[in-house]
């Protein structure tokens, strides 16, 4: 399907089923840490799946491709964002198994009902709203700093709107990991598995990725650590792999 694009607009290639994606120069555009997310996720053959904050949709689409999930539904509380994640899909043919809609976290659980979906992801903002400098442009201030939601509300929302027993899965940034396993325990999204991503194999961790269980008995799994780089501007084969390469 050929599509018009807007100023400032290209179509990024995503090396999974000749899948491409909408993404404005001018606006936030996905990272790694979302490319990760959908490698660490799965859904299952019957199974529908909510993102949150989905952006331009790069979640949905990559999870489409990676795994056997029924259905994907998108939300996204900037307009523009969801117009260019509701074009990719078109773009890819996707609109039977992906659905974008355009409204806010905190009304989630109003707008598609309690326990009405099995598996949630996310990659929310990682800084609080007076945590370092805000960036001047509006749709990249909010993508990363807890302007329009926070990270409480990410999780008590995803705990009202998976299934008991459903799944959750989110990146995040190290620093605040005590703070994310207190509030996925207070809203008894018991964490079961995590794993650190590194840039390098002797630098820390710069990202986090985390699986709960609503309603999951305490025990939680660390994986093996994830390194980005064997060395400058090369991946390792894990990387690759995940990526598509």
Known sequence: MTIDLLENERLDELHRNGYKIIQNTERFCFGMDAVLLSGFADAEEVEKVLDLGTGTGIIPILMSAKTEGEHFTGLEIQPDSADMARRSVLYNDLQDRIDIVTGDIKDAPDIFGA?????????????????????????????????????????????????PGGRFFMVHRPFRLSEIFVLMSRYKLEPKRMRMVYPYADAEPNMVLIEGIRGGKPRLTVDKPLIVYKERGQYTDEIYDIYGY
């Open 115 to 163: 326990s009405s979906f099995d598996v949630i992801t996310t990659n929310p903002p990682y800084m609080i709203a007076d945590h370092g400098l805000v960036n001047p442009d509006e749709a990249k201030a909010i993508a990363k700093h807890e302007i329009l939601c926070t990270l409480e509300d990410v999780i008590s929302v995803s705990a009202k709107v998976v299934r």
